[in-house]
């Protein structure tokens, strides 16, 4: 979990992209993502040692009546921006979560400033289903407003 | 809690508003109505020994970067139906949430198919902000869309 926690810390600390407190504790962060019910997957680099390079997981939108969508938090370390970890991680999660029997995934907090995300998650079938204005306190744009994505399985 | 637990129980067994499973303990539910950094009231008929009839907890919808948005849950014991307590439970929270330095509250999960509530958010401001195809699982109907409301403080 160091690994992980070294790289949720590293996106955390940018300030447009999560929204847990930068004080946030490797404890805390365990909980986060290792939530009840939840699975979780590694990106490695087979050409250096195994290096966790990003990761996933994904839990129950809700429990019990709506345990049936899923919703996820992917990241990416810094040093493998660009290189195309986000979309393989996303598809990834897609295929995983089907064949865990959900029908749809929905995330529910896309910066609408995160203009790569937001590019990748349509391109991955992913559809804006709604808009919360100023949902998010962006460290350098103020409240920006948050986007909820949809496809199904 | 034990009285709060009684309406909790009898609200999920309707299977059209909470998604918890029916099977949710009381020591769950404490931490559902409990949850961190949340304030909770609880309407009491005084005419009746100060007896429950409904309560709602307020918290951030997310920590940190996403903490100056409220949600909210509400729930109306079966007796006390018809009587308005919604409406004075929700206009409540609103003042409350304002009071506590929130700028807006909103509701992730509101069932399409529940009219009266979704009528009374209107009523009291509340917009439609997003729409989550099929993500409740209606005891009755089936997968039935859910909306995401949403009203500035």
């Known amino acids: 979990m160091q690994e992980l926690f070294a790289i949720f810390q590293e996106v955390l600390s940018r300030g ?6 930068e004080e946030t504790s490797a404890a805390e962060f365990a909980e986060i993502w290792l939530a009840p019910n939840s699975f979780s997957y590694v990106a490695v ?4 040692n195994g290096e966790i390079l990003g990761a996933y997981y994904v839990k129950p939108q809700w429990p019990g009546r709506g345990s049936h969508v ?5 990241m990416v370390a810094e040093r493998a921006r660009g290189r195309g970890i986000g979309r393989i991680l996303g598809e990834h999660s897609l295929k995983a979560a089907q064949e865990r029997g959900y029908s749809a995934m929905q995330f529910n907090l896309v910066i609408s400033t995160n203009e790569p995300a937001v590019a990748l998650w349509k391109k991955i079938g992913f559809k804006i289903i709604g808009t919360v ?7 350098d744009l103020g409240d920006v407003d948050t986007y909820l994505m949809h496809r199904f399985l």
């Open 45 to 48: 680099d087979d050409q250096a």
């Open 16 to 21: 447009d992209v999560f929204p847990y407190p």
């Open 133 to 139: 204005p100023g949902g998010f306190r962006h460290r």
């Open 70 to 74: 899923a919703t996820a938090t992917y």
